[in-house]
């Protein structure tokens, strides 16, 4: 198994900057892909970036120049670097790793989530 604790999150201004940091834990050379979701009231969670072991990103269109994703060489610590935020990106990010359990199958892991507030 894995395990996963986030932190960084809190209240910032509009324009402002915050940085996400996630690490892992247990297994985690069975680690493939990780990533960033996030949850706003009522809607449903989205993928924000992710990163896989080769250090290949994606991002979702609405932070893409804004939002960095990264990986420590040992691939236990995703960090994501915010700026340019705004108030819609207020939602409990939640970072996810993807794990091989064996040959051929994956499964997903989450953090506790970390509640992300931007002001206007």
């Known amino acids: 198994q894995v395990q996963l604790v986030e932190s960084g999150g809190g209240l910032v201004q509009a324009g402002g900057s915050l940085r996400l940091s996630c690490a892992a834990s247990?297994?985690?050379?069975?680690?493939?892909?990780m990533g960033w979701y996030r949850q706003a009231p009522g809607n449903e969670r989205e993928l924000v970036a992710v990163?896989?072991?080769?250090?290949?990103?994606n991002y979702a269109d609405s932070v893409k120049g804004r939002f960095t994703i990264s990986r420590d060489n040992a691939g236990n610590t995703v960090v994501l670097e915010m700026n340019s935020l705004k108030s819609e990106d207020t939602a409990v990010y939640y970072c996810?790793?993807?794990?091989?359990?064996?040959?051929?199958?994956?499964?997903?892991?989450w953090g506790q989530g970390t509640q992300v507030t931007v002001s206007s």
């Open positions: 996810k790793a993807q794990v091989g359990v064996v040959v051929g199958i994956l499964a997903d892991y």
């Open positions: 990163i896989n072991s080769g250090g290949r990103t």
């Open positions: 247990g297994r985690t050379s069975r680690i493939n892909a």
